[in-house]
C-alpha cells in the first residue's frame, strides 16, 4: 500500500499528538506529505518524544483539553480534516486508581466530544479512534481476544476504555448511519507499544531505561506477567492503513480492529528484560514481592489479529529481537551519544516503510 499517495497534501488532525505513539504517528505523517494539526492539553512527561524530535516546527500545534467541547468543536469546524486519529488519553492503569475521575473524563467524555466535534465536519472524513487492549473483558485466554469478544474493565482504565467504545457505536448508530454519513469511523485496539522516547510513569521500558541512565536497578512488578509487545511503529502502520482502505470501503464503517503481534510465543516481563541487557550496560533489576503491589493487573493479555491481516491486508513485520534493537538503539543515542534525535525517528520510519513495502506488498 502506497501511503504517500493516500495521505499527500491531506489535513489530519491528531489528538494527543504530543503523546508517546501520537508523536511517532504524528512524524510518520509530516513523513508522508500530510497537513498536520495536533490537538492536546500538554505535553504529558519530561523529557518526550515530541519535545526531543522538535515536532512543533512541523505540524500546527493547538493545545486544547478534549474534555472542552467547545474549543474542541472550533478546531474541527475550522481545519474540516481529510482524517482523524484519536488518540489523546489518559492511559495508565496506575495513574487511574489514583485519578479516576479524571481517566473516565478523558477517556470517556473526551471521546464522545471528539464525536461531537466530527458532526462538524462538512464534507468526507475518515476518523480512527484508538482504544486499547485492555477494552476487552480480561478473562485471562490464551487464544487472543477478537473484535466481537465482550468488552468489560476490572480497573477505571480499562472501563473506560470500553465505555468509550459503547459510546462510539451509539454515536455511530445514532448521528452518522452508514446510508447518511460522510463521516466514517472504526476503531483500533493495540496491545503494549514500546519503542524510542516513552518516558511514561510505570511502563516497564521507560522505567528500566530511567534506572539504567543512572545506573540503579529497575523495579520489576510482575516479571512473569505477558503481555503483546509491538513497536510503536507496528501499531502505528495498522491505524494507517486502517485509515486508507476506511477511505475506499465505508462498509469498514463502526468496525473494529485489533493491531497485535505475530509473535508465535508469548514474551514475559524478565525475557523483555534480559534482551534489553544485550543492549544496555550495567543493566540490573529487581523483583517485587507479591503483597508490595497496591493496584490490580491482568497477567495475560493477548489479541488476535486475523481480522486485520484479512480486511485490511496488515500483519506485524518485526521479530520481537529486532523490536528491541530498535528500542534500545534509540535511547542510546539519546542517552550515550547525544544525537540528533528527529533524524534517528525519521530513519526508524523510512526503515520500517521499507520493511513494510518487503513484507506487506
Known amino acids: 500500500m502506497m501511503l504517500k499517495k493516500i495521505f499527500y497534501k491531506k489535513k489530519v488532525l491528531v489528538t494527543g499528538h504530543t503523546g508517546f505513539k501520537g508523536s511517532w504517528l504524528a512524524l510518520w505523517l509530516t513523513i508522508l506529505g500530510a497537513k498536520v494539526v495536533g490537538v ?25 483539553d478534549i474534555r472542552n467541547l467547545s474549543s474542541l468543536k472550533k478546531v474541527f469546524k475550522k481545519y474540516q480534516p481529510d482524517y482523524v486519529f484519536h488518540l489523546a488519553a489518559q492511559s495508565l492503569v496506575k495513574k487511574s486508581y489514583s485519578n479516576p475521575i479524571y481517566t ?21 472524513c475518515v476518523a480512527v ?20 469478544d465482550i ?17 462510539i457505536q451509539s454515536y455511530i448508530n445514532s448521528f452518522f448511519p452508514i446510508k447518511k454519513t460522510n463521516v466514517v469511523i472504526s476503531v483500533a485496539r493495540a496491545g503494549n507499544v514500546i519503542g524510542g522516547g516513552d518516558w511514561s510513569e510505570n511502563r516497564l521500558i521507560p522505567d528500566c531505561i530511567k534506572s539504567w541512565s543512572k545506573n540503579k536497578k529497575v523495579l520489576l512488578r510482575n516479571p512473569k506477567s ?46 523483555l528484560v534480559k534482551l534489553m541487557k544485550k543492549h544496555w550496560k550495567k543493566v ?16 495475560l493479555l493477548k489479541l488476535n489479529c486475523n481480522k486485520s491481516k484479512k480486511i485490511l491486508g496488515w500483519k506485524s513485520i ?22 540528533n534525535m528527529y533524524k534517528i525517528s525519521y530513519k ?11 513484507h506487506l506488498n
Open 104 to 124: 473516565w473524563q478523558t477517556n470517556t467524555i473526551g471521546t464522545i466530544n471528539v464525536l461531537e466535534s466530527l458532526r462538524e465536519i462538512k464534507k468526507k
Open 284 to 299: 540490573n533489576w529487581k523483583v517485587i514481592k507479591k503483597g508490595q503491589k497496591n493496584f490490580f493487573e491482568s497477567n
Open 40 to 64: 492536546s492539553i500538554s505535553n504529558p512527561t519530561k523529557p518526550s518524544h515530541f519535545e526531543t524530535i522538535k515536532l512543533k516546527k512541523k505540524i500546527i500545534d493547538k493545545r486544547i
Open 348 to 358: 526508524q520510519i523510512t526503515d520500517f516503510e521499507k520493511d513494510l513495502k518487503k
Open 151 to 167: 468488552l468489560g474493565g476490572k480497573d477505571p482504565y480499562s472501563a473506560s476504555k470500553a465505555s468509550a467504545e459503547l459510546a
Open 318 to 339: 518485526l521479530t520481537f529481537n529486532k523490536t528491541i534493537n530498535m528500542v534500545a538503539e534509540w535511547y542510546k543515542n539519546y542517552y550515550l551519544k547525544n544525537k
Open 129 to 148: 479512534i484508538i482504544t486499547s487492549d485492555k477494552s476487552y473483558k480480561n478473562i485471562e485466554i490464551k487464544r487472543g481476544y477478537r473484535e466481537n
Open 226 to 271: 505477558t503481555r503483546p509487545w509491538q513497536h510503536v511503529l507496528e501499531a502505528a502502520s495498522g491505524y494507517l492503513y486502517l485509515a486508507a482502505k476506511l477511505q475506499n470501503n465505508k462498509r469498514l464503517h463502526g468496525e473494529a480492529f485489533n493491531f497485535g503481534p505475530n509473535n508465535a510465543r508469548d514474551y514475559n516481563v524478565l525475557h
